[in-house]
């Protein structure tokens, strides 16, 4: 029977969540701003080329709150559902029996008919589905939130009316399922990760685990379980990362467009009110306006583009650079974070159970 409760997991993916949001945030950050259709304008200087650093490093933990309060939640309900898909995975997998035979007579050992590879990553890309539903709005807000323009200039009270995470959310005030425009873009970048991330993480694992048995190194601490989760996490993190690059590129393009046609209707609505009982006489100057903001929220509704189309957007716009912007600190930011992530989640499973007088398997930890 496994030691870990279902509110040891969510406990534990809540601690991990928390610590890794804190501390790689501005790396987060700065990937969003490498990535938007906006860094040549926003951050580089026109007539020098010259990247504009402090522009580019201002306000690097805008939107962090949204991404707290959400990822808590997300992360709870990821790792139980990935915990309770691999159990249910497991326990119903029939077993081969091969009808090849040893040279002695022997029968082969029963094999599973799914491998565990192949049950790790169904497992993970469920999960990934049920976690995208929850994070998605707080993932577009702090997207929108990274790129709200601050400056230092301003004085305290107006920095404060500022607040990066505040004006994005009023922005969706009138249109708020538009914070759900980008799921299937999230899902559509963390499926592939997953699914790559969590059979790799599992195998580097695994290989560490034997070699430090084969060396007679293995202690048993929380310390070594935590250390040995990090590093192959990270690793695997980093490589995953890297290869879905082009797909987060457009993940983060379609967001970052929720915002603007979001912010472009709500514009709009406020100068229809405000001309809504102004005329020339002859009634043509509030409809002429009315028109005209209707041609504009169509037009807004035409730019509204697929994946795909953003895709070739990009690929035609800026080449293989643009969709590979931002690849190297999204490969350090994914395996610090994951690294983190799923270190603090293994050590605090671990630590939860010890604390009940419980020991926990190592076969129970993924």
């Not at 007539?47 to 949204?66: D, I």
């Not at 009023?170 to 969590?198: C, D, E, S, V």
């Not at 379609?254 to 406020?270: F, H, Q």
Request: hydrophobic content about 40%.
């Amino acid at each position: 029977m496994s030691a870990n409760t279902n509110t040891d997991i969510l406990l534990a993916g809540a601690i991990a969540a928390f610590s890794v949001d804190l501390l790689v945030y501005p790396i987060d950050t700065l990937k969003t701003r490498l990535q938007s259709p906006d860094y040549a304008r926003r951050y580089v200087d026109a007539g020098t080329r010259a990247v504009n650093r402090p522009a580019l490093f201002r306000g690097l933990y805008q939107g962090v709150g949204s991404v707290i309060i959400a990822t808590l939640p997300s992360s709870g309900a990821f790792f139980t559902t990935y915990e309770g898909v691999k159990s249910a995975l497991n326990a119903h997998n029939p077993r081969i029996t091969p009808l090849i035979r040893r040279a002695g007579g022997d029968q082969q050992p029963v094999a599973p008919l799914l491998p565990e590879p192949v049950i790790h990553a169904a497992a993970s890309s469920i999960a990934e589905l049920v976690s995208c539903a929850i994070l998605t709005p707080a993932e577009v807000i702090k997207q929108n939130a990274q790129m709200v323009s601050s400056t230092s200039s301003l004085p305290a009270a107006a920095q404060r009316s500022q607040n990066a995470t505040l004006v994005t959310l009023r922005r969706f005030r009138a249109h708020p399922l538009a914070l759900w425009r980008g799921y299937a873009a999230l899902a559509g970048r963390n499926l592939p990760f997953t699914a790559l991330q969590f059979p790799l993480f599992e195998q580097l694992r695994a290989r560490i685990r034997r070699s430090r048995e084969a060396a007679g190194k293995v202690t048993g601490s929380l310390l070594e379980s935590g250390c040995i989760t990090a590093v192959s996490a990270g690793m695997a993190g980093a490589v995953s990362a890297v290869v879905t690059t082009p797909i987060d590129v457009v993940k983060t393009r379609i967001m970052l467009a929720a915002g603007d046609e979001a912010g472009g209707r709500e514009s709009a609505n406020k100068a229809a009110g405000q001309t809504g009982g102004k005329g020339n006489g002859n009634g043509k100057g509030a409809n002429g306006l009315v028109d005209a903001l209707g041609k504009t929220a169509a037009k807004r509704q035409a730019k509204r583009q697929s994946s795909l189309a953003v895709f070739k957007q990009v690929w035609a716009q800026e080449g293989m650079k643009g969709l590979w912007r931002g690849g190297a600190l999204r490969g350090v930011w994914t395996m610090v974070g994951s690294g983190l992530y799923l270190g603090v989640y293994d050590s605090g499973r671990v630590y939860l159970a010890r604390r009940r007088g419980q020991t926990l398997d190592e076969d129970e930890l993924f």
